[in-house]
């Protein structure tokens, strides 16, 4: 485990951008490949604002965004007070406004997927997060050890 995270923020949309650059900052600073740290910030959004959209918030009117990073790969996960039904994947048509989230989501995740218990549910999603290092070998002998 290379970095984790957690942050507990009011419900609301201005959250999301808080979300976004909480772990956009944290997956820079463990050296994250950027456009794996722009998939997984994107994720983190969409989970959050249908988290917001069609959710309860936790006690408290909050929503947890938590994330962690293996070797190759970040955990994101957003939890909330539950709802009377469970996220499943839309299927949009072409010229819907919206329900694209969780597709987004399928496809920029190697899995995603729900867990509830007694305090709400969980949206959680797998990334591939290579580390920038291992993308540029020129750039991380520059940089010398970590």
């Given at each position: 485990?290379?970095?984790?995270?957690?942050?507990?923020?009011?419900?609301?949309?201005?959250?999301?951008?808080?979300?976004?650059?909480?772990?956009?900052?944290?997956?820079?600073?463990?050296?994250?490949?950027?456009?794996?740290?722009?998939?997984?910030?994107?994720?983190?959004?969409?989970?959050?604002?249908?988290?917001?959209?069609?959710?309860?918030?936790?006690?408290?009117?909050?929503?947890?965004?938590?994330?962690?990073?293996?070797?190759?790969?970040?955990?994101?996960?957003?939890?909330?007070?539950?709802?009377?039904?469970?996220?499943?994947?839309?299927?949009a048509t072409v010229s819907s406004l919206?329900?694209?989230?969780?597709?987004?989501?399928?496809?920029?995740?190697?899995?995603?997927?729900?867990?509830?218990?007694?305090?709400?549910?969980?949206?959680?999603?797998?990334?591939?997060?290579?580390?920038?290092?291992?993308?540029?070998?020129?750039?991380?002998?520059?940089?010398?050890?970590?």
């Amino acid at each position: 485990m290379r970095a984790a995270g957690t942050v507990l923020l009011p419900w609301g949309p201005a959250s999301v951008a808080v979300a976004r650059q909480r772990l956009a900052a944290d997956l820079t600073r463990a050296g994250i490949f950027d456009a794996a740290v722009g998939d997984a910030v994107l994720v983190v959004s969409e989970l959050l604002s249908n988290a917001i959209r069609h959710a309860r918030p936790l006690p408290g009117a909050n929503v947890q965004v938590a994330w962690a990073v293996g070797t190759d790969a970040v955990e994101v996960a957003v939890s909330d007070g539950g709802a009377p039904t469970t996220p499943v994947r839309a299927h949009a048509t072409v010229s819907s406004l919206g329900g694209r989230g969780l597709d987004i989501v399928d496809y920029l995740a190697r899995r995603w997927g729900v867990r509830s218990d007694d305090f709400g549910q969980t949206v959680w999603a797998v990334l591939a997060a290579p580390a920038a290092a291992l993308r540029d070998p020129e750039s991380a002998a520059a940089a010398g050890p970590r």
